[in-house]
């Protein structure tokens, strides 16, 4: 073990991984007869029980629409929802709970950005600078763009490794370059992108920068204003809470001056066939209709759950879980990883030789092995390395070295059969 890692323990106290896999209730199931190995958690994570019962509670004792209410239920469910806001403030540490705007996920706050700040600021022949890792929620919105408003998506390149080309990146500004919206970790290869350089490179040129955080939240901290990020983006349900409740955070003066983006009740002061329809103010100005309140109450606990584990135990726990793997399957014959950036979060992508990716997958999970198999919402960068698909284990803070060593042993099995 070397000094860094040394201090890294001691400051860290070991992870008590019993403790953790008995608040998830779903690791006891059994698949076909096995007990049940997740490693599918950057599709979605598991959910622990803190999280679950909170939907009990909610719809138990305290279920009222939100803000308008004028009676205890809503005052209780008002009160809930709006500390959650306070909680992701904490989270990203962000200066004010009126950059946090709630949305279904990283993918509508995507939308939200290109449709209300990208339709405000953007015009014929200017630039948005994408990377050629993003998940397609990255790439398409500001492909409907170029369709409708006449801009231009550029893609920076990534190399054998997967890591962005900085000096490529660089070369990419112009005078027409105003956005530039790359994921903070990569879902397909794992690769860990350094977001503040690349923020500080585009406020150089004048432009703003969205991150994608789905992959980052559940695996290291992010501090917003550390990053300098303009917006950034997060799903609760890669981090521990429900589907349905993601995050999108914005400067407050970039948020202010953005139109609405849909319409509806919540997001006005007043409305009128008169005179003009009067917006609330942010948040809520982004926040049309009846939200999903369990959700994002749930999305709360769940943070609060991640930072009382802690996400530098976290992080350490799975780079063992990610180092152990890449050097069990390194043993197989003819097994190509892709992605091996330097600063890489647990995610293990790879094809093998004379089989397919999805027998791969569908055998293994006949031995308890849940992995992904597919193009991972990443086609363009999966393109680039000569494949349609590729198999992807990937870890969370409830996986064990023993499902690991599992895992190695089911994958050399499968491919056995199937060679
Ligand atoms: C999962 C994922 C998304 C999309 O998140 P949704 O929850 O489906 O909206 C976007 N980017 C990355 C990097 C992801 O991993």
Not at 98 to 109: N, P, Q
Not at 142 to 153: E, H, T
Not at 239 to 246: L, N
Not at 392 to 415: K, W
Request: glycine residues 8%; proline residues 4%.
């Amino acid at each position: 073990m070397n000094h860094l890692a040394t201090d890294r323990v001691l400051e860290t106290p070991a992870l008590d991984v019993a403790g953790i896999r008995a608040q998830f209730p779903i690791l006891e199931r059994q698949v076909h007869g096995r007990p049940l190995i997740y490693f599918d958690n950057a599709a979605t994570s598991q959910t622990p029980l803190c999280v679950i019962d909170t939907f009990r509670d909610y719809y138990s004792r305290y279920n009222a629409n939100i803000h308008r209410g004028l009676h205890t239920l809503a005052d209780e469910a008002t009160a809930a929802y709006e500390a959650t806001r306070e909680t992701v403030r904490a989270f990203l540490n962000a200066a004010d709970r009126r950059e946090i705007v709630f949305t279904r996920g990283t993918t509508e706050a995507i939308n939200l950005v290109a449709n209300s700040w990208g339709r405000a600021n953007l015009q014929p022949g200017d630039e948005v600078l994408v990377s050629l890792l993003e998940h397609h929620s990255n790439i398409v919105p500001w492909q409907l763009l170029a369709d409708q408003l006449g801009i231009v998506v550029k893609v920076i390149p990534v190399d054998e490794r997967g890591v962005l080309d900085l000096d490529a990146y660089r070369a990419l500004f112009n005078e027409r370059t105003r956005l530039v919206a790359v994921n903070h970790v990569s879902n397909a290869f794992g690769t860990i992108n350094p977001v503040r350089e690349l923020a500080t490179i585009a406020h150089g040129h004048g432009a703003r920068i969205l991150i994608d955080g789905a992959q980052a939240t559940p695996h290291q901290t992010v501090d917003v204003r550390d990053i300098d990020a303009d917006f950034y983006a997060f799903s609760g349900h890669k981090v521990y809470g429900p589907t349905g409740a993601g995050v999108l955070y914005g400067k407050a003066e970039l948020l202010e001056a953005m139109p609405p983006w849909q319409g509806g009740g919540e997001m006005i002061k007043s409305v009128s066939f008169d005179v003009p329809t009067t917006f609330a103010d942010i948040p809520h100005k982004f926040e049309a209709g009846t939200p999903a309140i369990a959700e994002v109450i749930a999305l709360g606990v769940a943070l609060d759950w991640v930072s009382d584990v802690g996400l530098a135990r976290i992080g350490t726990w799975e780079a063992e879980l990610l180092a152990r793997a890449t050097a069990g399957v390194s043993r197989i014959d003819g097994l190509r990883l892709l992605g091996t950036a330097p600063d890489k979060a647990g995610v293990l992508s790879f094809v093998v030789d004379g089989a397919h990716s999805q027998d791969i997958a569908l055998l293994i999970d006949q031995l308890g092995v849940a992995i992904r198999t597919g193009n991972h919402c990443a086609q363009p960068l999966l393109a680039r390395f000569g494949v349609d698909a590729t198999c992807r284990a990937s870890f969370a803070v409830y996986n064990t070295p023993e499902e690991v060593d599992a895992f190695v042993a089911a994958l050399e099995r499968v491919i056995g059969m199937v060679r």
